[in-house]
């Protein structure tokens, strides 16, 4: 039989620290380890001087045609961004009224941006949400206050993109809740018509909804009651999205214990009020990541509406480029341009997904 | 008839026009359309309405025209659209009258120096789906036993970034269109040779849909009013004048004062008058869109007047 | 059977099946007196659980009848399609229940959690029902929390506030599924103790538990169940003591070599 | 029940108001409609084709040389971002921090640029920046790239059908670029190289997580029975794995899959371009656009049905 | 500290941290002699699943020597890399372990689980593995079970296969951590009841559990551990009849109270 004394706690034996350490470890340690990074150096290496070349050093940044002619092939002609920037962003936008265009979108994204702010989650965003596309469409559209009436086959580039993505998101939400709600619903007819609905349209490609929306949809209508193609585009990917965010929201009710359904039946909720209240509020929660990926999706894929002649950001570019001899060699200048737009918002919302599933953690556990 | 009513309801006249044919239908760098096929239009909304700018532009691309026209979201489809068999018949569509005159040719870049569409044998050509050029090319290359590779695509201005990136060795669309790429897109058009042959006719002309006689007849005369008018030596600049003073019965009856021809189309007396009031005869929208003192530069060759040896014989307006 | 005014739960000839093999509920007659106190025990399986949850109308039955604080909730199918939703919402107005695993929603706040019935069911304002949840916490001695959340609580809070969110309808009967067995052993210790005192203020409690020292000080009587059957009930002494039937008698000994 | 009945009659109604409209709208229109079409010449050249098909030919076989076409870049497509997406997804996970770096930076930035852009992009690199086909760039007179694409050597039959007739058959440089053995043209190249590096970011994604859901337990007990790192790998992780990974890889080929279609934007012929072409010539829009969606959904459901299939022979068995 | 040839575990000062504050072993001086069973104890993060994962190099220390069974274990970073691999390699071979969570291969059947470190660690042939797993099989009382796959057993038959495993690589010493806190009550018996078989089998056995009754019965001594030390040593009767430390001593309260 033995006892021990009282062993007090130390710290743990110095280990090298900083970022030299990290470099020695993550680059270094191991043979195999320092030969891959040896080789990606070398690579990299050989390759980005030339990048490093065309993008900057041999880049041409006035917008001069003839300098950009001279640097072809060598260095990039930033110049045309410069010089077609207004419209890339706007399409065929009047030039004169490029103001208002980007004053609707710069208020529509501020609106976006507020949304996703917890500390903006007040009573006024609803109002704001119904004053803002108010002001967006009253902007866009002109027609009063001496303001130059501007039919919608002008709009154009980013504030077309990001109309079309935000409203066919929030067109799209309320249909996939309904839509993954009927998935699970106890009424057979309604699970298979909300089920067939989900599959059938996740079968298709989007370019065939946007088609059938664009040259089919007004034949299936009574003869002169056809809305605006840009309704009909808009209401394609909005029906097309739903289904892809029902199957996401539906993970997320299945994600929710039914003792959840049990208490709130126990406490005399009905079952529209134990979803609305309950059910629903831990579904989202629980899914926002996947969510936050169909939206990515849904902004991406509003660059196809370009095939069905909208000049959204991507179709814009070529409208910018493709009819101008002088500027038309350097596209794909013009492609790093908006790709880099992509990007910035993509990148954004991916980030602020996982922003918010930290925040959720955070907020509810201790 | 229906059309007709409806129009002059929502005072507007909703007109299809390609999305970028320099001389024929584009955009100016202010947006405006412009081109010989939207002054066709403009004639004819000024002859309807009253107002050449009353008229909503709706871009379409060749898929969509035909749908477009069907379905009613356009009244006229004025978009370098070859006049054919099957359009007419099959496809709920009915051709007014023919503006231009055209046929199929290629263009290739003049370093290769082929000087004869004959001598593309296995060639890669660049071609806008959804054409009659693309079964034009097919018959021309089985006649012809010469193996050329299309490469399809979906919009006019797609095609040409490609044939100019050199993708292909030719480039095959309607001689009005190559000649206007050719001026305003390519970066020298001398670098650039557009083949002799012409191996189609294209009749091009506004289309409405079928069924409306009465719209299809006011489409119709505006058309033949216009190259009338530039037979009868009316133009823009002369038209209120002769209005006021001629003694021509043929000006007279055309202008609305001896005889109201409007009337029988369910217009009004001076239809006519509005209309190359607004844009002029037909020569005179020619030459401002593709004349020969235009970039695109198009002598009127068979586009004269039946008078000068050309193929535009007007119906009488009477 | 008695029918006396008196009787707040009473389960007629009830028969219930999952499936249409597995018969989880036989031919069950019970009356339940109001102000009772009734422990139900008897193996895993016996279907303890979903003889509570009927009274709650949480489980359809197919067969018998079962009246609750004087709403008869029919067997399923019984032509009464309409009345029978509104009998459900009348009996769940009336019955508490609090789980096992606690359900406690954990995307609100405790007062949340608290008000959310009185507010979107009873139609309480805000302030009022505030005050009302505010009240049942002291209740439970957890009114310092109201305004975590309950993943923040330690198990025995969290099944503290679910008993107050059953407290905050007023409810005539509350209901208990085995409300410390998803504890840790010092917690349930509190739950017991909160039961308890509940017990000596006259409602109506049902509850499903082993725990044994509770139903031996705190049951009028207690309800031994197997197989889908009630089997044996008695007051809680003689049930100890001297067991009739020889399952619960079996049952009674496991318990005792485990504990 | 009535609020079912309610559902399904409404459903009903709305799509007989649509038939019936539909049917108004084309018979007052004098629009021909019905499959009889299909039957038509084509009278129209497919530039790249996997069977025989010439303008003489009928619009039904358009159709199917369209659909191989689809079928072909889906298929090439798949294997690309299986393989790509693999390595990149499996170099998420290297110890090396630069090659970490270096995968995540890519799976990053694929997958956050819209495809449509990349295959545009794609596209233009290989039209622009190749050399003509005159002056191809070739490897041993054997391979040469251009502006006309990859040319390659080929076996081919001279067409009197016996076994020695079979030769092989080099590329060789002609007025109009590179004539013999087979090749690949720039649109299809890009096309398979848009589709399977953007797919290949997702497929990564798909992987890394497959590779994180093995429960550490499973690798610890394969190490406490003496297994090496790298058998590890082989006989525990990976297998479990790809259990774990198989479900939602079936999902990024479906997507590939239907993707596909946007090859239209740059004249590659697949099914959605051949059904555009079709529905100018012939003015069929509702029978097309059918189509496009019945050969898609066909599609689609196979897959799913094959990968349901094996789905269940990997399926790990529980009682 | 004896030197003894006997000793076939040394902890020699083993110190460990996870991170840089949380020191989870501190100066772990323990050793353990061929064919002893010795019992690991102590409140739950007190390190004892850490301490045997150490034996098994599953986790690295920092500080201090592990000799097992003659191949020593240095602390990380001590300039032996891949001499260190060799090592580890040397021990797992000589070690078999069973977790509290089976983790057993649920890919593959259990005939597959048991050959798996037998065919590709010790090269055996299949045949000749496959003869000497039903063995163990049989050893465990499962042999009927050998085609099955993991999942479809219950737990305790999936933890006697877990046993089987390990000792399939003819290990010298045996770690078991917590095998029975994963199973149903019913089953915990079967499992312990294979473990008191083994552990009359001579092979030395160090084993964390908290089943009182197998480690008075079986163990030759009783290691008490309490934040991340080992605070008393005895043999069983001495531990349980008169811990010295007052930390066993409430340990001790504790569970009697639970039991
Ligand atoms: N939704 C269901 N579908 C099918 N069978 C069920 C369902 N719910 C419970 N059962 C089965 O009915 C039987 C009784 O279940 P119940 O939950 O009422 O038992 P219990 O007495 O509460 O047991 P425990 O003490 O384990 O909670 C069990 O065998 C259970 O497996
Ligand atoms: N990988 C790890 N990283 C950081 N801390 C860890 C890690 N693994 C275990 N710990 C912490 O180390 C301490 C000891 O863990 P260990 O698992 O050895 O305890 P234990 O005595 O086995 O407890 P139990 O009886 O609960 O299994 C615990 O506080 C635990 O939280
Ligand atoms: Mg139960
Ligand atoms: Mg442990």
């Known amino acids: 039989m033995a006892v021990w004394q009282m062993i007090p706690a130390r710290a743990a034996p110095e280990q090298p620290q900083g970022w030299l350490a990290w470099l020695r470890r993550e680059l270094f340690g191991g043979w195999l380890n320092a030969l891959t990074t040896l080789a990606l150096l070398a690579w990299g290496l050989s390759a980005l001087p030339g990048l490093a070349d065309w993008t900057l050093w041999q880049a041409v940044w006035r917008p001069d045609a003839e300098a950009c002619q001279a640097a072809r092939g060598s260095g990039a002609c930033w110049g045309v961004i410069a010089e077609k920037q207004r419209l890339i962003l706007f399409g065929r936008y009047p030039e004169a009224e490029h103001w208002r265009p980007l004053l609707a979108s710069l208020l529509l994204l501020a609106l976006v941006v507020a949304s996703g702010l917890r500390r903006c989650w007040k009573r006024w965003l609803l109002p704001a949400w119904g004053l803002v596309w108010a002001l967006f469409f009253a902007l866009m559209g002109g027609g009063f206050a001496g303001l130059e009436a501007v039919p919608t086959e002008r709009w154009g580039g980013l504030p077309l993109t990001l109309m079309l993505a935000t409203l066919s998101i929030l067109l799209a939400c309320p249909l996939a809740v309904l839509l993954a709600l009927g998935r699970r619903s106890r009424l057979p007819a309604i699970r298979v018509l909300c089920a067939c609905y989900v599959e059938l349209v996740r079968g298709v490609p989007l370019i065939s909804v946007l088609f059938m929306a664009s040259f089919l949809f007004p034949l299936f209508l009574p003869a002169g009651t056809t809305p605006d193609v840009l309704l009909r585009v808009l209401l394609g990917i909005a029906l097309f999205a739903a289904a892809y965010l029902a199957e996401t929201v539906r993970a997320g009710l299945q994600s929710v214990p039914n003792g959840q359904v049990d208490a709130a039946a126990s406490i005399g909720l009905g079952w529209w009020q134990s979803q609305r209240l309950v059910v629903l509020p831990q579904a989202l929660g629980a899914v926002v990541p996947g969510l936050m990926n169909s939206f990515i999706s849904i902004f991406k894929d509003s660059s196809l509406i370009t095939i069905v002649s909208l000049y959204e950001l991507t179709g814009s570019l070529g409208l910018a480029l493709s009819g101008d001899p002088v500027w038309r060699p350097y596209m794909i200048e013009g492609y790093c341009f908006i790709t880099a737009i992509y990007f910035v918002v993509c990148a954004a919302m991916s980030r602020y997904s996982r922003w918010v599933e930290r925040q959720q953690a955070r907020a509810l556990t201790r | 008839g229906k059309t007709l009513d409806t129009i002059k309801q929502r005072d507007q006249i909703a007109i299809g026009v390609s999305t970028g044919v320099p001389g024929f239908s584009a955009a100016d760098s202010q947006g405006r359309w412009t081109g010989l096929d939207v002054d066709i239009g403009k004639a004819v909304a000024a002859a309807v309405l009253g107002d050449a700018n009353k008229v909503k532009w709706v871009p379409l691309a060749s898929q969509q025209r035909f749908t477009a026209l069907q379905s009613g979201e356009v009244d006229v489809l004025s978009r370098n659209t070859t006049v054919t068999l099957t359009r007419d018949a099959s496809m709920g569509l009915a051709y007014t009258a023919i503006a231009f005159y055209d046929g199929q040719g290629f263009m290739v870049p003049a370093k290769t120096k082929v000087k004869s569409a004959k001598q593309l044998k296995g060639a890669t050509v660049c071609v806008q789906s959804g054409t009659t050029s693309e079964k034009n090319l097919a018959d021309f290359s089985r006649i012809n036993k010469l193996n050329l590779k299309p490469v399809v695509f979906d919009k006019f201005d797609a095609a040409n970034a490609a044939y100019f990136a050199g993708r292909c060795q030719a480039y095959t669309t309607d001689t009005s269109g190559l000649a206007s790429v050719r001026a305003k897109e390519a970066k020298d058009p001398k670098e650039h040779l557009i083949l002799p042959e012409l191996i189609s006719k294209e009749p091009l002309g506004p289309l409405v849909r079928r069924g409306d006689d009465e719209w299809l007849a006011i489409v119709r005369w505006v058309v033949n009013g216009l190259i009338e008018a530039e037979e009868n030596g009316i133009t823009q600049a002369n038209v209120d004048q002769l209005k006021a003073d001629s003694a021509d019965p043929v000006v007279g009856r055309l202008l609305g004062k001896t005889e109201d021809t409007g009337k029988l189309l369910g217009l009004d007396r001076d239809w006519l008058a509005r209309a190359i009031k607004a844009v002029g005869n037909y020569g005179e929208i020619y030459e401002r869109n593709v004349g020969e003192k235009t970039p695109v530069g198009l002598a009127r060759g068979k586009n004269r007047l039946w008078t000068d040896g050309g193929l535009h014989y007007a119906l009488p307006l009477r | ?259 | 029940m009535l609020w079912q009945a309610l559902a399904l009659a409404g459903l009903l109604a709305a799509l007989l108001w649509l038939v019936h409209n539909t049917q108004l709208n084309m018979a007052a229109r004098g629009i021909q409609s019905g499959w009889d079409f299909l039957g038509q010449t084509a009278g129209f050249d497919i530039g790249e084709q996997l069977i025989a098909f010439d303008a003489g030919d009928s619009l039904a076989r358009a159709f199917l040389v369209g659909l191989l076409n689809t079928l072909r870049v889906a298929l090439l497509g798949i294997l690309l971002c299986t393989l790509l997406g693999t390595l990149v997804g499996l170099g998420q996970l290297a110890r090396n921090g630069l090659l970490r770096g270096l995968c995540r930076a890519y799976v990053e930035l694929f997958r956050n640029v819209p495809l449509l852009v990349q295959l545009l992009v794609w596209y233009l690199l290989l039209v622009e920046y190749l050399p003509d086909a005159d002056a191809a760039w070739s490897w041993r007179e054997a391979l040469f790239l251009s502006k006309a694409g990859l040319a390659f050597p080929a076996l081919v039959a001279d067409g009197t059908g016996s076994w020695s007739a079979w030769h092989w058959e080099l590329p060789a440089l002609q007025a109009f670029g590179i004539e013999g053995g087979a090749a690949l043209s720039p649109e299809f190249i890009a096309v398979t190289l848009g589709l399977g590096c953007y797919t290949a970011a997702f497929v990564a994604e798909v992987v890394r997580a497959g590779i994180k859901s093995v429960p550490s337990g499973q690798i610890e007990a394969a190490q406490s029975i003496g297994l090496s790192r790298r058998q590890t790998l082989r006989l525990v992780t990976a297998p479990l794995a790809l259990r774990v990974i198989l479900p939602p890889l079936t999902n990024q080929y479906l997507n590939l899959t239907k993707n596909s279609s946007l090859a239209v934007a740059i004249g590659y012929p697949d099914l959605v371009s051949i059904a555009n072409t079709t529905l100018n010539q012939t003015g069929r829009a509702v029978e097309c656009i059918a189509v496009i969606m019945l050969v898609y959904l066909a599609l689609s459901l196979l897959t799913a049905a094959l990968m349901a299939i094996l789905n269940r022979r990997v399926a790990l068995k529980e009682r």
């Open chain 3, 1 to 259: 059977m008695l029918n006396n005014d008196d009787s707040i739960i009473r389960f007629e000839r009830v028969n219930k099946w999952y499936g249409r093999d597995f018969h989880v509920l036989r031919d069950i007659e019970l009356e339940i007196r109001r102000g009772e106190r009734v422990v139900v025990c008897g193996p895993s399986g016996s279907g303890k659980s979903t003889l509570i949850r009927c009274i709650n109308a949480l489980e359809p039955f197919q067969e018998g009848r079962l009246l609750v604080d004087g709403v008869a909730l029919g067997a399923e199918g019984s032509a009464q399609d309409k009345a029978g939703e509104r009998a459900v919402q009348q009996v769940r107005r009336r019955v508490g229940m609090v789980f096992q695993q606690f359900n406690l929603f954990p995307h609100l706040s405790v007062l949340d959690n608290l008000t959310l019935g009185p507010r979107h069911v009873a139609g309480l304002p805000r302030p009022e029902a505030e005050a009302q949840a505010l009240a049942q916490l002291e209740r439970v001695h957890i009114a310092e929390q109201a305004h975590k959340f309950p993943l923040q609580l330690s198990g025995g809070q969290q099944q503290r506030v679910a008993i107050a969110r059953a407290l905050c309808l007023a409810p005539q009967i509350l209901l208990f599924d085995e409300p410390t067995s998803a504890l840790d052993p010092e917690m349930v210790q509190e739950v017991l103790d909160v039961m308890t005192e509940l017990a000596g203020q006259g409602i109506t409690m049902v509850c499903v538990t082993h725990e044994m020292d509770f139903a031996r000080s705190v049951a009028d009587r207690i309800v031994f169940m197997d197989q889908g059957q009630l089997v044996e009930e008695a007051a809680p002494a003689a049930f100890f003591s001297r067991p009739e039937s020889a399952r619960a008698q079996q049952f009674l000994a496991k318990l005792h070599r485990a504990g």
